[in-house]
């Protein structure tokens, strides 16, 4: 899998809600450039895990879902003298 890539807009509001978290809880000012490499690094070193996570939190819910289909069916099943 390729790295995880931004679009222009999405990079800019990205860096800006870092640019904001840093000025509001650390007290710090990000500049432009520093909040675009930080970004750069959250994505590289770190980006494979939330998009892991994603990937797991989505198997879940369609296993959940498909399950939920597997329940539906059985309750469908007309009661016969074989009961499985």
Same mark, same amino acid.
């Given at each position: 899998?390729?790295?995880?890539?931004? *679009?222009? @807009?999405?990079?800019?509001?990205?860096?800006?809600?870092? $640019?904001?978290? !840093?000025?509001? @809880?650390?007290?710090? @000012?990000?500049? $432009? !450039?520093? &909040? $675009? =490499?930080?970004?750069? =690094?959250? *994505? %590289?070193?770190? &980006?494979?895990?939330?998009?892991?996570?994603?990937?797991?939190?989505?198997?879940?819910? !369609?296993? *959940?879902?498909?399950?939920?289909?597997?329940?539906?069916?059985? @309750?469908?099943?007309?009661?016969? %003298? !074989?009961?499985?």
């Amino acid at each position: 899998m390729a790295g995880i890539k931004f *679009s222009q @807009e999405e990079q800019v509001l990205l860096v800006r809600k870092l $640019q904001l978290y !840093f000025r509001e @809880e650390l007290d710090a @000012e990000l500049a $432009q !450039f520093d &909040g $675009q =490499f930080l970004l750069d =690094f959250i *994505s %590289e070193e770190m &980006g494979a895990y939330f998009y892991n996570r994603g990937l797991y939190d989505a198997q879940a819910l !369609f296993q *959940s879902k498909i399950d939920a289909v597997g329940e539906a069916v059985y @309750e469908l099943e007309i009661p016969t %003298e !074989f009961m499985r």
